[in-house]
């Protein structure tokens, strides 16, 4: 027996009998799993499949072998993601990337139970997004996540290790011909530099603070974020030659690599 449950909080959940030879074994005589949507016939679409899941694996479970706690959770996809945010302290810039990618595979394949998902949804988001006209790099940024996950899932028993649908998925690139990155021409920094904000006087704020990170940013090639959080207590001074300290500050992310913090000399014109 089964049926839905709209609970107080708004959400759907659905709700699955455990046949009585199976009780013992699973510890339980019902599975409740969260729908994660509002809208009963959203609602109904999601039961679907998932509760033929469930009958399929009653069916084919014997009373003598353990079943996992973890695995009868039934965890979506984005509860599987916060789970492996949180063990793994991603950053929150980090965090705030990958479910944005998230996001968008979970519009294309639905967020459903861990456990449901095949090769040929991973392959869907694959042919999608290249359909899109997509690059391979920007591909295997979501390929890659959702292989994250599921490897992070076989390793919790939240799927069998035999399960994964991302296994031997890969991307073939391409090396483009054109560099990824061109370099300002000599007439291009004659064009910045020339520009009103070097050559006339405007009361607007902050006039000389941009005028400075591009000057910083061209002398020293350090990110425009390192230069806008610099401090004046990051401005040294060490054997007669001035430097910039790049560092994070209490309060602020932490910075994109461990190799970023660095001491950057400054040159005589700045």
Known sequence: MFYLQKRVNGFYYVRISVPNRLRLKIGKGEIVRSLGVTDKLQAKLKALPLIEKTLIEFSTMTTGVAVSPSMQQGLTLTQVFEKYASEKGLRLSTQVESK??????ITLIGDKDIRT??????LAVKDELF??????????KYISLLKTLFSYSVQNDLIAKDKNPAEGITITSHRSIEPRRLPYSVEQI??????ELFT????????I???????????????????CRLHVADIGVEGNLPFAFIRPHKGENELKTVSSRRRVPLHAVL
């Open 131 to 140: 359909a899109n006209k997509r690059s391979s790099q920007t591909v295997k």
């Open 200 to 207: 006339k006087t405007k009361p607007r704020p902050y006039e």
């Open 117 to 122: 998902y095949s090769k040929a949804d991973v």
């Open 100 to 105: 944005s990618v998230l996001g968008r595979i």
């Open 190 to 195: 004659h064009y910045v530099l020339g520009s």
């Open 209 to 227: 603070e941009y005028r400075f990170i591009i000057l910083l940013g061209c002398f020293t090639g350090a990110r425009v974020e390192e230069i």
